[in-house]
DNA sequence: TTTATAAAAAGAATATTATTCTTTTTAATA
DNA sequence: TATTAAAAAGAATAATATTCTTTTTATAAA
């Protein structure tokens, strides 16, 4: 099943990666429609899953974690069944957001949130390293961010 | 102006994070509370800035954007005025999704999420290694991933 | 302890919006 | 051109957000 989605679909889809909130009244007053194909077209992405959910993102560094860090990891004696054992641990630590398996100068990249350098290298120290079997690790530290988002710019995929 | 959120809000916020569409009375009645305070909380959160935005996540997959894959980067004669140009640019490719000035083996890291490996290659090549001044390139592929949220564990920061 | 005060929650009322249903229009096809 | 199906519009209803007033709870001063 290839796409099916319109111009008026994929408009709806970025306006609604930039602000869930709005209402359908001021979406249709903004495409030149009324309220109820735009009310039906955004529960058919729903229902055929292009959109997944509905989320509030969090001002990270107002609530006190200031500090972004990618973690490269491999891995020593690998056997399948620890592949999987490692990455149920890793997934299970809160700093933890993303865990990604990859190919090329590592096995996992981590991405982790955190309150500070001391919050991260006692993640290291008292989480990470405790885990058997890890071979090199190689930490990338955030200095800034110029882009974080997960608006995906559909005007490519159309 | 230290962190004022009880208990509520840091349920509120938890609440949230994993689905914004929550009506007010289903969530006051989760809380044990009535609307009002639950409207009155929301909004404070969205007010001091707790609370950045409201989205809608899309399903990658389902759009045709199947492959994510990090980018390490490292510049050759980075002059501050050459940065700032070199980042503009970066940022400007809807490929890109973040964009990290990092400390550690390279000056950058950049996160992608493209339709399969020869869209990859062709940012590469047609977009990528044309900007000047561009030392080392290192990518990281995606091969699975167990993990990707923007969701924080509130328990810790508390 | 009591009493006064402010903040939070509850409750009630209203305004908006989401949602459903019916009718009309548009577009596609025979 | 006629027929049919899909999309949009319009109208009506149900649900929710939002506002306002009253009550309760917590806090601190007397």
New binding site residues.
Partial sequence: MPH?L?K?DTQLLTILQKNS????????KEL????????????KLEKEGYIEKYVAILNNKKIGLKLTVFIGITLQGHTRSYLEKFVKEINNFPEVIECHRVSGNFDYLLKLVVEDIEAYETFIISKLTLLPYLGNVQSLIALSTSKETNEIDLSRVL
Avoid at 23 to 28: N, P
Avoid at 32 to 43: A, D, L, N, Q, V
């Fill in positions: 099916t319109d008026i909130n709005r209402t359908t009244k001021s979406i249709a030149g429609m009324t309220t109820s194909p735009i009310f039906e077209r955004i529960k």
